[in-house]
């Protein structure tokens, strides 16, 4: 997928060097979809581990991050609608406001995330 190339060729230094750290998020994964918390959105294997992470992340407010959240339109309507989650609170720039963020959605999906990226400073669309 368009997501995974970009991670693949971030990893090799090819791509997106202004990045320090690429998370692809796969929307159609359960636990991404029953997060509630940036701690509850990453998974890696030591929890201690995982806490430092978000914990910098947070204090960055996730600046030189990128966000890849893949397949928006693979999540329940009630999560693509609902601006308190977790999902839209770093999508709508509230949660992570440094961060960059992309998101991939099949156009039949896209039109409330449409209509509430309207509200952030700067979106791109590609359609294809």
Known sequence: TFAWKLCRKWSKGKILSQ??????????DKRVREANTLYDLFYYDDPEERKLIVAELINLRGKETL?????????PAQLRTNENSILLQI???????????????????????????????QHIEILG
């Open 19 to 28: 990045y320090k750290l690429v998370v692809l998020l796969r929307l159609r």
């Open 91 to 121: 999508i709508g720039g509230h949660c992570l406001p440094e961060a960059t963020v992309f998101v991939t959605s099949r156009h039949s999906a896209s039109g409330f995330l449409r209509k509430y990226i309207e509200r952030i400073s």
């Open 67 to 75: 966000l890849l959240f893949e397949g928006y339109d693979e999540l």
